[in-house]
Protein backbone atom coordinates (compact mmCIF):
# COMPACT_ATOMS: atom_id res chain seq x y z
CA UNK A 1 0.00 0.00 0.00
CA UNK A 2 1.07 3.24 -0.37
CA UNK A 3 1.67 5.75 1.15
CA UNK A 4 -1.46 7.97 0.18
CA UNK A 5 -3.28 5.18 -0.34
CA UNK A 6 -2.50 4.11 4.02
CA UNK A 7 -3.54 7.71 5.03
CA UNK A 8 -6.88 7.25 2.99
CA UNK A 9 -7.91 4.63 4.78
CA UNK A 10 -7.24 6.47 7.91
CA UNK A 11 -9.40 9.41 7.39
CA UNK A 12 -13.17 10.00 8.10
CA UNK A 13 -15.02 9.58 4.64
CA UNK A 14 -18.51 9.77 3.50
CA UNK A 15 -19.45 7.34 0.39
CA UNK A 16 -22.20 8.11 -2.14
CA UNK A 17 -24.62 5.74 -3.80
CA UNK A 18 -27.78 5.88 -6.40
CA UNK A 19 -29.63 3.69 -8.66
CA UNK A 20 -29.74 0.16 -7.10
CA UNK A 21 -33.28 -0.25 -8.51
CA UNK A 22 -33.81 -2.54 -5.75
CA UNK A 23 -37.05 -4.89 -5.79
CA UNK A 24 -38.04 -8.68 -5.33
CA UNK A 25 -37.08 -9.54 -8.95
CA UNK A 26 -33.09 -8.91 -8.10
CA UNK A 27 -32.37 -10.25 -4.70
CA UNK A 28 -28.65 -10.28 -5.39
CA UNK A 29 -28.31 -6.73 -5.79
CA UNK A 30 -30.40 -5.99 -2.35
CA UNK A 31 -28.10 -8.57 -0.61
CA UNK A 32 -25.35 -6.57 -2.06
CA UNK A 33 -26.80 -3.38 -0.63
CA UNK A 34 -27.19 -4.49 2.81
CA UNK A 35 -23.48 -6.13 2.74
CA UNK A 36 -22.30 -2.99 2.03
CA UNK A 37 -24.63 -1.34 5.19
CA UNK A 38 -23.37 -3.80 7.23
CA UNK A 39 -19.84 -3.36 6.53
CA UNK A 40 -17.67 -0.67 4.68
CA UNK A 41 -20.77 2.14 5.62
CA UNK A 42 -20.07 1.43 9.13
CA UNK A 43 -17.25 2.60 9.15
CA UNK A 44 -18.20 5.90 7.15
CA UNK A 45 -19.12 9.16 8.49
CA UNK A 46 -21.93 9.50 6.17
CA UNK A 47 -23.73 7.37 3.45
CA UNK A 48 -25.47 9.57 0.68
CA UNK A 49 -28.19 7.45 -1.12
CA UNK A 50 -28.62 10.24 -4.30
CA UNK A 51 -32.11 8.56 -5.88
CA UNK A 52 -33.28 5.82 -7.48
CA UNK A 53 -33.30 3.02 -3.98
CA UNK A 54 -35.88 1.45 -4.80
CA UNK A 55 -37.53 -0.14 -8.83
CA UNK A 56 -40.49 2.34 -7.80
CA UNK A 57 -42.08 3.45 -4.99
CA UNK A 58 -46.22 3.65 -4.80
CA UNK A 59 -46.32 5.55 -1.26
CA UNK A 60 -45.46 4.93 2.20
CA UNK A 61 -48.00 2.11 3.06
CA UNK A 62 -45.10 0.14 0.68
CA UNK A 63 -42.71 0.21 3.96
CA UNK A 64 -45.10 -2.89 5.26
CA UNK A 65 -43.66 -4.59 1.89
CA UNK A 66 -41.56 -7.41 2.67
CA UNK A 67 -38.86 -7.18 0.74
CA UNK A 68 -38.79 -3.38 1.80
CA UNK A 69 -38.75 -3.86 5.48
CA UNK A 70 -35.33 -5.77 5.12
CA UNK A 71 -34.33 -2.67 3.22
CA UNK A 72 -35.66 -0.96 6.08
CA UNK A 73 -34.24 -2.60 9.01
CA UNK A 74 -30.80 -2.81 7.49
CA UNK A 75 -31.15 1.40 7.12
CA UNK A 76 -32.04 1.45 10.90
CA UNK A 77 -29.29 -0.31 11.94
CA UNK A 78 -26.32 1.45 10.26
CA UNK A 79 -28.24 4.72 11.41
CA UNK A 80 -28.04 3.18 14.96
CA UNK A 81 -24.61 1.82 14.72
CA UNK A 82 -23.32 6.20 14.31
CA UNK A 83 -23.19 6.00 10.24
CA UNK A 84 -25.75 9.45 9.41
CA UNK A 85 -27.62 8.37 6.15
CA UNK A 86 -29.18 10.81 3.59
CA UNK A 87 -31.30 10.19 0.68
CA UNK A 88 -32.22 12.23 -1.92
CA UNK A 89 -35.80 11.68 -4.23
CA UNK A 90 -34.49 9.88 -7.84
CA UNK A 91 -37.33 9.77 -10.78
CA UNK A 92 -38.28 6.60 -9.25
CA UNK A 93 -38.95 6.75 -5.41
CA UNK A 94 -39.65 10.38 -5.45
CA UNK A 95 -42.78 9.26 -3.43
CA UNK A 96 -40.75 8.66 -0.66
CA UNK A 97 -41.84 10.19 2.63
CA UNK A 98 -41.71 11.38 6.18
CA UNK A 99 -43.07 7.59 7.25
CA UNK A 100 -40.22 5.73 5.47
CA UNK A 101 -37.42 8.26 6.62
CA UNK A 102 -39.07 7.81 10.50
CA UNK A 103 -38.88 3.76 10.40
CA UNK A 104 -35.55 3.48 8.63
CA UNK A 105 -33.59 6.77 9.96
CA UNK A 106 -32.38 8.54 7.02
CA UNK A 107 -32.90 12.16 6.66
CA UNK A 108 -34.21 13.25 3.51
CA UNK A 109 -32.68 16.62 1.42
CA UNK A 110 -33.66 18.53 -1.36
CA UNK A 111 -32.34 18.43 -4.85
CA UNK A 112 -29.86 20.04 -5.16
CA UNK A 113 -28.37 20.34 -2.37
CA UNK A 114 -24.93 21.83 -0.87
CA UNK A 115 -22.81 20.10 1.43
CA UNK A 116 -19.45 20.89 3.19
CA UNK A 117 -17.43 18.01 3.01
CA UNK A 118 -13.52 17.69 4.51
CA UNK A 119 -12.93 21.15 3.45
CA UNK A 120 -14.86 20.94 -0.08
CA UNK A 121 -18.40 22.33 -1.30
CA UNK A 122 -19.92 19.29 -2.85
CA UNK A 123 -22.96 19.45 -4.49
CA UNK A 124 -25.27 16.58 -4.81
CA UNK A 125 -28.31 15.89 -7.10
CA UNK A 126 -30.06 12.93 -8.77
CA UNK A 127 -29.36 14.16 -11.48
CA UNK A 128 -32.47 14.10 -13.71
CA UNK A 129 -32.88 17.59 -13.83
CA UNK A 130 -30.08 18.38 -15.74
CA UNK A 131 -31.30 15.91 -18.85
CA UNK A 132 -33.00 19.33 -20.25
CA UNK A 133 -32.30 17.93 -23.48
CA UNK A 134 -35.24 15.49 -22.82
CA UNK A 135 -37.88 17.73 -22.99
CA UNK A 136 -40.84 15.29 -22.71
CA UNK A 137 -39.29 13.80 -19.30
CA UNK A 138 -38.88 17.43 -18.05
CA UNK A 139 -43.10 18.04 -18.63
CA UNK A 140 -43.58 14.74 -16.87
CA UNK A 141 -41.68 15.18 -13.73
CA UNK A 142 -42.81 18.68 -13.41
CA UNK A 143 -46.39 17.20 -13.62
CA UNK A 144 -45.28 14.42 -11.20
CA UNK A 145 -43.38 16.56 -8.51
CA UNK A 146 -46.81 18.91 -8.32
CA UNK A 147 -48.31 17.89 -4.23
CA UNK A 148 -51.68 18.06 -5.91
CA UNK A 149 -50.81 15.44 -8.19
CA UNK A 150 -49.46 13.67 -5.59
CA UNK A 151 -52.28 13.74 -3.20
CA UNK A 152 -54.56 12.69 -5.86
CA UNK A 153 -52.24 9.59 -6.87
CA UNK A 154 -51.99 8.38 -3.43
CA UNK A 155 -56.00 8.71 -2.74
CA UNK A 156 -56.10 5.37 -4.86
CA UNK A 157 -55.92 1.96 -3.55
CA UNK A 158 -52.30 0.70 -3.56
CA UNK A 159 -52.82 -1.75 -5.75
CA UNK A 160 -54.14 0.79 -8.03
CA UNK A 161 -51.13 2.85 -8.03
CA UNK A 162 -48.86 -0.01 -8.68
CA UNK A 163 -50.46 -1.02 -11.42
CA UNK A 164 -50.41 2.69 -12.74
CA UNK A 165 -46.65 2.80 -12.06
CA UNK A 166 -46.01 -0.21 -13.91
CA UNK A 167 -47.67 1.04 -16.95
CA UNK A 168 -45.95 4.07 -16.96
CA UNK A 169 -42.56 1.87 -16.96
CA UNK A 170 -43.56 -0.03 -19.60
CA UNK A 171 -44.45 3.33 -22.02
CA UNK A 172 -41.05 5.04 -20.74
CA UNK A 173 -38.82 1.57 -21.69
CA UNK A 174 -40.94 1.52 -25.10
CA UNK A 175 -39.92 5.43 -25.72
CA UNK A 176 -36.36 4.74 -24.60
CA UNK A 177 -36.09 2.64 -27.23
CA UNK A 178 -36.85 4.80 -29.99
CA UNK A 179 -35.59 8.20 -28.08
CA UNK A 180 -31.53 9.08 -28.58
CA UNK A 181 -28.61 8.31 -26.28
CA UNK A 182 -27.81 11.49 -26.03
CA UNK A 183 -30.87 13.06 -25.19
CA UNK A 184 -30.74 10.80 -21.96
CA UNK A 185 -27.57 12.40 -20.49
CA UNK A 186 -27.16 15.87 -19.47
CA UNK A 187 -27.12 18.77 -20.99
CA UNK A 188 -23.64 20.80 -20.67
CA UNK A 189 -25.03 24.43 -20.40
CA UNK A 190 -27.73 22.86 -17.73
CA UNK A 191 -24.27 21.52 -15.88
CA UNK A 192 -22.89 25.03 -16.08
CA UNK A 193 -25.70 26.87 -14.80
CA UNK A 194 -26.00 24.48 -11.57
CA UNK A 195 -22.66 24.92 -11.00
CA UNK A 196 -23.09 28.76 -11.33
CA UNK A 197 -26.00 29.22 -9.80
CA UNK A 198 -24.67 27.14 -6.54
CA UNK A 199 -21.40 29.78 -6.41
CA UNK A 200 -19.05 26.87 -8.39
CA UNK A 201 -18.51 24.09 -5.73
CA UNK A 202 -15.49 22.22 -6.41
CA UNK A 203 -17.65 18.83 -6.85
CA UNK A 204 -20.74 18.25 -8.28
CA UNK A 205 -21.58 14.54 -7.42
CA UNK A 206 -25.33 12.21 -9.47
CA UNK A 207 -26.85 9.66 -10.76
CA UNK A 208 -29.11 9.08 -12.99
CA UNK A 209 -27.47 8.70 -16.23
CA UNK A 210 -26.26 5.12 -15.65
CA UNK A 211 -23.24 6.67 -17.03
CA UNK A 212 -20.52 6.52 -13.76
CA UNK A 213 -17.16 9.07 -14.88
CA UNK A 214 -15.68 11.61 -13.60
CA UNK A 215 -15.74 14.89 -15.79
CA UNK A 216 -12.69 17.75 -15.09
CA UNK A 217 -14.25 20.86 -15.55
CA UNK A 218 -13.18 24.85 -15.96
CA UNK A 219 -15.95 26.98 -15.61
CA UNK A 220 -15.51 30.67 -15.63
CA UNK A 221 -11.90 30.29 -14.39
CA UNK A 222 -13.22 27.67 -11.67
CA UNK A 223 -11.82 24.38 -11.56
CA UNK A 224 -14.27 21.76 -10.43
CA UNK A 225 -15.07 17.55 -11.04
CA UNK A 226 -18.55 16.30 -11.76
CA UNK A 227 -18.61 13.31 -10.48
CA UNK A 228 -21.45 10.31 -12.21
CA UNK A 229 -22.37 7.78 -10.02
CA UNK A 230 -22.72 4.23 -11.50
CA UNK A 231 -25.98 1.78 -11.51
CA UNK A 232 -26.40 -1.46 -9.52
CA UNK A 233 -28.18 -3.46 -12.44
CA UNK A 234 -25.32 -6.03 -12.89
CA UNK A 235 -22.86 -4.85 -9.84
CA UNK A 236 -23.01 -2.71 -6.57
CA UNK A 237 -20.38 0.31 -6.72
CA UNK A 238 -20.11 3.75 -4.54
CA UNK A 239 -17.96 6.55 -4.28
CA UNK A 240 -15.48 7.60 -1.71
CA UNK A 241 -14.72 10.78 -0.37
CA UNK A 242 -12.14 12.06 2.20
CA UNK A 243 -9.99 14.95 2.71
CA UNK A 244 -7.38 13.51 0.18
CA UNK A 245 -10.58 13.55 -2.57
CA UNK A 246 -12.89 11.00 -4.68
CA UNK A 247 -12.23 6.84 -5.46
CA UNK A 248 -14.76 5.34 -6.91
CA UNK A 249 -14.69 1.24 -5.89
CA UNK A 250 -17.02 -1.85 -7.16
CA UNK A 251 -18.52 -4.15 -4.66
Not at 112 to 140: I, M, N, W
Not at 177 to 203: C, G, R, T
Request: negative net charge; contains cysteine.
Amino acid sequence: MSDGNALSATLPYSLFISDLHLCDARPEISRAFLHLLQGEARHAERLYILGDLFEYWAGDDEVNDPHHQTIIHGLRALTQSGTACYFMHGNRDFLIGERFAEASGVTLLADPVLHELYDKRVLLSHGDLLCTDDVAYQEFRQLVRKLDWQQVFLQQPLATRKMQIEAIRMRSESEKSIKQADIMDVNDEAVAALFSDWAYPELLIHGHTHRPACHQLTLHGHSCQRWVLGDWYEQGSYLRLDATGCNSSLL
